[in-house]
């Protein structure tokens, strides 16, 4: 399994498991009767209907409109936050792992407007954890764990958690390393494009030159990043590193 490595690197850093939250899990949603949830997105804007939702067996018969309505706006903004953080990708709305994807981690993102940012992630390492070669679908091999990924670095980063930040972004790299491909991904792109911030923000600029040339041949709408003055610096700093082990090589053999 190509996401074995990942995880190990990630056990010394992994908070306890809470399970399936009881509050997404709670939500039985059936959205396959009428164009699954591609039925739920508008070509513009994200969620334009509201989802088939079967109220739980054990509700009562006072839990109608209001709690309804509750339910849907919930998975309205779950799926429009979702489509945010996924611009740029909207291959991943084809995925069966959407809703559930993008349910979780805007309960995730909820956590963390509520202070609760142990809580939030938990969510984002297990759904992390969820991710395995079984998981994956035709769309973006990728999709389901970059999201995750991404938000939890930017997280770690908040919180000064530097070291863990950074071993969250390398354990990502490791996967694709594993893969032994860069192919067109735009998912996965965005996060090593934040791993490159990340490293250039730390002072590691040729590090951060490296990782986001890696990021421009998965998706080329990155490209004008190398514009920016930090790694137009980087490239000058790389060359001159290049340079010096060059000439240094060539005196070491006269």
Same mark, same amino acid.
């Given at each position: 399994?190509?996401?074995?490595?990942?995880?190990?690197?990630?056990?010394?850093?992994?908070?306890?498991?809470?399970?399936?939250?009881?509050?997404?899990?709670?939500?039985?949603?059936?959205?396959?009767?009428?164009?699954?949830?591609? %039925?739920?997105? !508008?070509?513009?804007?994200?969620?334009?209907?509201?989802?088939?939702?079967?109220?739980?067996?054990?509700?009562?018969?006072?839990?109608?409109? !209001?709690?309804?309505?509750?339910?849907?706006?919930?998975?309205?903004?779950?799926?429009?936050?979702?489509?945010?953080?996924?611009?740029?990708?909207?291959?991943?709305?084809?995925?069966?792992?959407?809703?559930? !994807?993008?349910?979780?981690?805007?309960?995730?993102?909820?956590?963390?407007?509520?202070?609760?940012?142990? %809580?939030?992630?938990?969510?984002?390492?297990?759904?992390?954890?969820?991710?395995?070669?079984?998981?994956?679908? $035709?769309?973006?091999?990728?999709? !389901?764990?970059?999201?995750?990924?991404?938000?939890?670095?930017?997280?770690?980063?908040?919180?000064?958690?530097?070291?863990?930040?950074?071993?969250?972004?390398?354990?990502?790299?490791?996967?694709?390393?594993?893969?032994?491909?860069?192919?067109?991904?735009?998912?996965?792109?965005?996060?090593?494009?934040? %791993?490159?911030?990340?490293?250039?923000?730390?002072?590691?600029?040729?590090?951060?030159?490296?990782?986001?040339?890696?990021?421009?041949?998965?998706? $080329?709408?990155?490209?004008?990043?190398?514009?920016?003055?930090?790694?137009?610096?980087?490239?000058?700093?790389?060359?001159?590193?290049?340079?010096?082990? %060059?000439?240094?090589?060539?005196?070491?053999?006269?």
């Amino acid at each position: 399994m190509i996401y074995q490595t990942f995880f190990q690197i990630l056990v010394a850093l992994s908070a306890s498991s809470l399970g399936t939250d009881s509050f997404v899990s709670g939500l039985v949603i059936r959205t396959a009767r009428r164009g699954g949830v591609n %039925h739920l997105l !508008s070509s513009d804007s994200g969620a334009t209907a509201a989802p088939d939702v079967d109220v739980d067996a054990t509700d009562d018969n006072n839990d109608t409109a !209001s709690n309804l309505s509750t339910r849907e706006g919930w998975i309205q903004n779950s799926l429009s936050y979702y489509n945010r953080v996924t611009r740029g990708a909207e291959h991943v709305q084809s995925s069966p792992l959407y809703l559930k !994807s993008a349910m979780d981690n805007y309960f995730a993102r909820e956590k963390i407007k509520n202070g609760q940012n142990q %809580h939030a992630e938990s969510i984002y390492r297990r759904l992390m954890e969820e991710m395995t070669d079984e998981n994956k679908h $035709d769309i973006c091999d990728f999709s !389901s764990l970059a999201v995750p990924t991404l938000l939890l670095g930017l997280l770690l980063q908040r919180e000064g958690r530097f070291d863990d930040a950074r071993t969250v972004f390398e354990g990502f790299s490791h996967v694709l390393d594993n893969a032994a491909t860069d192919h067109q991904c735009c998912c996965s792109a965005r996060v090593l494009q934040a %791993h490159a911030l990340f490293e250039m923000k730390q002072q590691n600029g040729v590090r951060a030159l490296e990782i986001i040339q890696r990021a421009i041949g998965m998706d $080329d709408n990155l490209s004008p990043v190398l514009q920016w003055k930090q790694f137009q610096d980087a490239r000058r700093m790389l060359l001159l590193q290049q340079q010096q082990q %060059h000439y240094g090589l060539g005196a070491s053999m006269t």
